[in-house]
Nanobody, 118 residues
Framework: QVQLVESGGGLVQPGGSLRLSCAASGRILNINAMAWYRQAPGKQRELVAAIFSGNIINYADSVKGRFTISRDNAKNTVYLQMNSLKPEDTAVYYC????????????WGQGTQVTVSS
């Protein structure tokens, strides 16, 4: 099992910044990708950013140039730095850890609320 604990959400004004953290623990040896997803009210969960083994990184088009995903392997922690926040970034943000071996499986954090509003 893998446990994911997110932190760093909150209320911020448009144009502001927040940094989300996701600390992983447990059987993390076979985790080959970490990602952030978000889900706004009435919408499907969507991928925001992902970081793969070898430091390959993907971003959703809507956050490119504003969000940065990074990780600290020594702390087993993944971060999402969010700058120039917009009201449409308001959502619950979920940390995801993907395992490919011995079978495909996704672990999820409990989610953290990000609200962008004046």
């Amino acid at each position: 099992q893998v446990q994911l604990v997110e932190s760093g959400g909150g209320l911020v004004q448009p144009g502001g910044s927040l940094r989300l953290s996701c600390a992983a623990s447990g059987r993390i040896l076979n985790i080959n990708a970490m990602a952030w997803y978000r889900q706004a009210p009435g919408k499907q969960r969507e991928l925001v950013a992902a970081i793969f083994s070898g430091n390959i990184i993907n971003y959703a088009d809507s956050v490119k140039g504003r969000f940065t995903i990074s990780r600290d392997n020594a702390k087993n922690t993944v971060y999402l730095q969010m700058n120039s926040l917009k009201p449409e970034d308001t959502a619950v943000y979920y940390c995801n850890a993907h395992r490919s071996f011995p079978s495909e499986y996704d672990y999820w954090g409990q989610g953290t609320q990000v609200t962008v509003s004046s």
